[in-house]
């Protein structure tokens, strides 16, 4: 039963981020598993075309380069992987969506301004390239 709520509670997003929602951004579980297999619905990538290093997202990020930036996970059979350890901020180049309900948004400035990515499925960025700095769900 706790299970299920949890899961609930990851599944819908909120309109803005929260302190628990930053934490869980940070530090969850699902934050480095393979795409579309964890809680986590959104997957930005380092490369074009789904390559390289990737972090999961769950919630809205107003700035990826927070207090605690967000960073790509450590990833791959060969190692270094590319992008691995670097700040999401500004580096990512592709994004998959794998929530049924909510369409994800990549902005180019923090707070959720500026040129915006939106990423139903999954895509090449086009005017977020490597100039990305906040996400947001919207339903």
């Not at 934050?31 to 990737?54: E, Q, R």
């Amino acid at each position: 039963m706790a299970a299920a709520a949890a899961t609930a509670l990851l599944a819908a997003p909120s309109a803005y981020a929260n302190d628990a929602e930053d934490e869980a951004n940070y530090w969850h579980k699902d934050i480095c598993v393979d795409p579309g297999y964890g809680a986590f619905k959104f997957t930005l990538f380092f490369n074009s075309n789904f390559m390289g290093s990737w972090r999961n997202i769950g919630y809205n990020v107003s700035d990826f380069g927070g207090p605690r930036p967000l960073t790509f996970c450590q990833i791959g059979a060969s190692a270094p992987h590319p992008g691995w350890g670097m700040n999401m901020k500004n580096n990512a180049a592709s994004a998959k969506n794998f929530h049924s309900t909510y369409t994800g948004y990549v902005y180019y400035n923090s707070g959720f301004k500026g040129a915006v990515d939106d990423v139903a499925w999954g895509r090449n960025l086009n005017y977020t390239k490597n100039n990305n700095a906040s996400f947001k769900w919207q339903g």
